[in-house]
């Protein structure tokens, strides 16, 4: 299965000011396409590409280097832009979210603080997640492009803390890029979606 870049579930403007039309050209048209162009190729060289992406990150992670940055970063990127809409973020969840957020996490505002320190700690580039493991929610953080399906995990919620996600908004103002994510951006409704899926 040929890695594609999809089109951005909004305008470019969407998502001002907290995160900038520059921000999402750059981000999506250039380095997003530049995993996709890649993981192609090393798919193909691998023999992987009959793959479904979730195998190929699977099989790749501590063999091939190259194919499995490539792999995670488009994986994580196809979801990244869904985790995000206009008006989004802050603390009304959709009921069933609610009710696993107060259960496994300790409710809206502990979610918050750990999810946004996972963020900032995360040394240079790297994700924050919170991923459905043996049935319960998860606060963690990854580096570079590795994500909670090589550690038995699936993510329902990721935030890209790579330098390009926030650079020319915050500059080196890491936490303020967090910030902005988790009060104005979350979609919930997404979340909850993968939520599902995850626990079905």
């Known amino acids: 299965m040929a890695f594609e870049l999809p089109a951005l579930p909004y305008d470019y403007e969407a998502l001002q000011p907290y995160m900038s039309k520059e921000t999402l050209e750059y981000h999506h048209d250039k380095h997003h396409k530049a995993y996709v162009d890649n993981g192609n190729k090393l798919a193909a060289e691998a023999g992987m590409e009959g793959k479904s992406l979730e195998d190929i990150i699977k099989e790749s992670f501590g063999k091939n280097p190259g194919l499995f940055n490539n792999a995670a970063q488009h994986y994580n990127h196809v979801h990244f832009w869904k985790w995000m809409r206009k008006g989004g973020g802050g603390n009304k969840l959709p009921g069933k979210l609610q009710k696993a957020f107060d259960s496994d996490l300790g409710g809206y505002d502990k979610f918050k603080a750990d999810f946004a320190a996972a963020g900032a700690t995360q040394f240079g580039s790297g994700w924050a997640w919170v991923a459905v493991k043996d049935g319960k929610l998860h606060v963690g953080k990854t580096p570079n492009g590795e994500n909670p399906l090589v550690h038995g995990a699936k993510p329902i919620l990721g935030v890209?803390?790579?330098?390009?996600?926030?650079?020319?908004?915050?500059?080196?103002?890491?936490?303020?890029?967090?910030?902005?994510?988790?009060?104005?951006?979350?979609?919930?409704?997404?979340?909850?979606?993968?939520?599902?899926?995850?626990?079905?």
């Open 160 to 200: 890209d803390v790579w330098e390009h996600s926030y650079y020319i908004d915050y500059r080196n103002a890491r936490p303020k890029y967090l910030e902005a994510f988790i009060d104005n951006l979350i979609n919930w409704d997404y979340v909850l979606e993968c939520y599902e899926k995850a626990t079905a």
